[in-house]
């Protein structure tokens, strides 16, 4: 898969969230002048008295902000949160997002969840906890399938290996990232065939404010 939304996002692996560079940038760096440029990020830190949406708009921006990998690292991406949260909400609502964003990596990464502290079951004997198998990249950063067929069998193996609700996170986001590809595609194939004084027009023609930024960046174009 070419660069498209999720540029360089677990280039080795999303379930052990180590693909880091080795000199990570910062956030503020990708936000500036990486594939972040010019681009709101989705969710929201909070929804005040709502927290089912606001858990909700917490997991699409942790979601938007993993796009980032391979331009910044797990570390970065946890002191943004931790800084961001912190300025607007204050340190204990910080703590709470971080606690969240550590879930949201586990369930990612396919670990064993901890069962709710009200659950009536009787607790387990100790023993060492089973060390998580890495999900292979073709069921976390699929290519399109080719068929109906193997979209619905890739859905099953998710929410076999990841449960309902992570299952329907990732399916969206395929759907919005080989939407982006298609285009991002066409729209490569289009400027090679136009001289360098008709390429602006040709992008203007096929995308539109916050996209074009974003689409001039990845295609290797300077701002207009």
Do not use: N
């Not at 080795?12 to 940038?25: D, H, I």
């Amino acid at each position: 898969m070419k660069r498209v939304l999720l540029m360089g996002m677990l280039t080795t692996a999303l379930a052990a969230c180590a693909a880091s560079p080795g000199v990570p940038r910062s956030v503020d760096e990708v936000r500036a002048s990486g594939s972040l440029r010019g681009t709101d990020l989705d969710g929201a830190w909070a929804a005040p008295g709502k927290r089912r949406e606001a858990e909700a708009l917490l997991l699409r921006r942790f979601d938007h902000l993993l796009t980032a990998l391979g331009e910044t690292s797990l570390p970065e991406l946890r002191r943004y949160i931790e800084r961001e949260v912190t300025r607007e909400h204050g340190a204990t609502a910080a703590q709470e997002a971080l606690a969240a964003w550590d879930a949201h990596l586990a369930v990612l990464r396919g670990e064993p969840q901890a069962q709710s502290p009200d659950s009536s079951a009787p607790e387990p004997a100790p023993r060492t906890p089973p060390r998580p198998v890495p999900l292979p990249r073709t069921l976390l950063l699929p290519d399109p399938p080719a068929t109906d067929a193997e979209a619905q069998d890739l859905h099953r193996q998710r929410v076999a290996q990841l449960g309902a609700a992570a299952a329907e996170r990732l399916r969206a986001q395929d759907q919005s990232r080989w939407d982006w590809a298609r285009r991002l595609d066409a729209a490569r194939a289009a400027l090679q065939a136009l001289p360098p004084s008709a390429k602006d027009a040709e992008l203007a023609r096929r995308f539109s404010g916050r996209e074009l930024l974003r689409a001039r960046a990845l295609l290797g174009l300077p701002p207009a």
